[in-house]
Structures are given as structure tokens and as C-alpha cells.
């Protein structure tokens, strides 16, 4: 799940909906469905929006692909083709390139203006969470299945250096501060988020949450954390400051996926994977 850039409406990918009601799209504040978009034999992952929210770019499994989707005539206008299995999707600041994890070890680069695949390289075992610094020069990729993160040099693209994360690790998903210096990566095997230095790529410290945590958003204050507990039912709230964490239950919520936050942090939005439903939340202030 994710929210266009001006706070009105949030996009849900359907994965596995290969018959069509693969992309959802909400009213942010009142949660009525306001569109459908119905692509036959996709498997929508992820999304990610442009700066000025014209264009969502959805991530294809299934055909190896990434749709730039108009959210207003609710189609799509370009299918730029990237390495196999496409999973999150990052932009460079500016909009003008994208960057595609793909479980085929390998992140694919894609020229937002037209459409083409410019360039690829290969990392870990399913590369999924993805980060570009404030700067656009530099992408930060997460290895699901190697339990490790790459550093690319975001132009060239090339692997700069490589950090392990821990056995048993599983890294889901990543966000970088504004500051460029934090990363934050959860952890769906070991229930943690890690924070790492991005001078020195190394972990300097491990916050606990809730199991199997998927999905983490910064506040827009960047005081808190909040992590989507997959595999215990809860939201945690991270305090960044003390680095204390809180598991809040989400009532009827099942298996917490996606999170998006607004601009001013006054809501929180989740997904529940097995409920099949969007909760709004007020975030907690730990």
C-alpha cells in the first residue's frame, strides 16, 4: 500500500489476482474504494508513486515487468520490462530513474521518461527492500534469501560494498532517514528491526518487535518507527529517541502487511493480508 504524493488516495496491490482486481484504489479519508484497475494474467507486488502523482509504478511478478499506471484514467500507459520476478520498486529523488529488486538476484534500472531498462546488476539471494539516499547516488538493497544488504553506486549501477545482517535474518524491507546516515531494515526471521550506519554499513543496533515483521514507515518527524507485524498481529511503534518499542494490537486485523503514513503523521494506514481490509489508525505516541 501506498499513498499519492498529495495524500488523497492510497493504491493496494492484490498479489496473486492473476484474473484481474490486481490494484485497488481508496479515498484516504473515508476508505470507499474509488477504482479498480483488472489486469489479466499480472501479479501486482508493490507500488511506488512519481513526485507529482501522475504515474504509480506497479511491480509485475509474474511477467517481469514494471506497469506505469494512470490513476486517473485507471489504465496503463508503458510496461518497461526488467529482470525476472520484479518485487519493490525505488525511485531516485528526482523521479527520473527507478530501481527494481527482482528475485533473479539482480536489480534492474528503468528511465522513468521513456520506459527503458538501462541497466542491471546482480546482488544477493531475493533482493527485496530498496532505499536511494537523499543525493539519488547511492541504492541500498536488502537480500532476502542471503541475509545481507549491497550498496550500489545508483549511476553506473555497480555494487560498491556488501554488510552481512545476521543468519537467519530474512530482510524484508528497508527506509533511509533524510539524513542518509540511518538505515533501517526489518527483519522478518529474527522479529527486529536493525539500524546500520551507512558510512561503515555496519549494524549498530537491533530494536525488537512484533513476528515477522514486514513492512516499516519513518513519522515525518522521523521520532518513530512503526513496523507491520506479520506474524503476531500488531503494529510496533518504535521510539527512535530511546529506542524503546511497543506492540499495539490492531483489533480484527490478520497478518499485517502494508503500512503507509500521511504527510503530517496524524494517520497510519495497514493492511491485513489474511482480513482482506485497510485499518486507519491515529499512531500512538509512545
Known amino acids: 500500500m501506498t499513498l499519492s504524493p498529495d495524500g488523497r488516495t492510497l493504491l493496494v496491490t492484490n498479489f496473486g ?3 484481474g482486481r490486481n490494484i485497488y484504489l481508496y479515498d484516504a479519508e473515508t476508505l470507499e474504494r474509488s477504482g479498480t484497475i483488472h489486469l489479466r494474467g499480472a501479479s501486482a507486488v508493490e507500488s511506488v508513486w512519481s513526485p507529482d502523482g501522475t504515474t504509480a509504478y506497479v511491480s509485475d511478478f509474474a511477467n517481469d515487468e514494471v506497469l506505469f499506471v494512470d490513476p486517473v484514467a485507471r489504465s496503463v500507459r508503458l510496461r518497461a520490462t526488467v529482470a525476472r520476478h520484479p518485487k519493490v520498486l525505488a525511485l531516485a529523488p528526482d523521479g ?5 529488486s527482482c528475485w533473479s538476484d539482480t536489480v534492474s534500472v528503468v528511465d522513468t521518461a521513456t520506459g527503458a531498462t538501462i541497466g ?29 544488504m549491497h ?22 524491507h528497508a527506509v533511509l532517514d533524510r539524513s542518509g546516515r540511518r538505515l533501517y531494515v526489518s527483519l522478518s526471521g529474527i522479529q527486529a528491526v536493525h539500524v546500520v550506519d551507512t558510512e561503515t554499513l555496519r549494524v549498530v ?4 518487535v512484533g513476528r ?9 518527524d522521523e521520532r518513530y518507527l512503526y513496523s507491520a507485524d506479520f506474524g503476531s498481529d500488531d503494529v510496533s511503534v518504535i521510539d527512535l529517541a530511546t529506542r524503546g518499542s511497543r ?3 490492531v483489533e480484527g486485523i490478520r497478518s499485517p502487511c502494508g503500512l503507509a503514513i500521511r504527510g503530517d503523521g ?14 486507519a489508525l491515529e499512531p500512538l505516541d509512545p
Open 151 to 172: 550498496e550500489l553506486n545508483a549511476s553506473t549501477p555497480a555494487v560498491l560494498r556488501r554488510a552481512d545482517l545476521g543468519a537467519g535474518s530474512h530482510p524484508r
Open 247 to 249: 506492540r499495539v494490537a
Open 266 to 279: 496524524a494517520r497510519l494506514w495497514v493492511t491485513g493480508w489474511d482480513s482482506r481490509d485497510i485499518v
Open 17 to 19: 489476482q492473476g484474473a
Open 205 to 208: 543496533e537491533s530494536i525488537p
Open 212 to 220: 515477522c515483521p514486514k513492512t516499516i514507515v519513518l513519522s515525518p
Open 96 to 100: 527520473s530513474r527507478l530501481f527494481a
Open 120 to 148: 542491471h546488476v546482480r546482488v544477493g539471494d531475493r533482493p527485496r527492500g530498496l532505499a536511494v539516499s537523499p543525493d539519488g547516488a547511492r541504492v541500498y538493497v536488502v537480500n532476502f534469501g542471503s541475509h545481507d
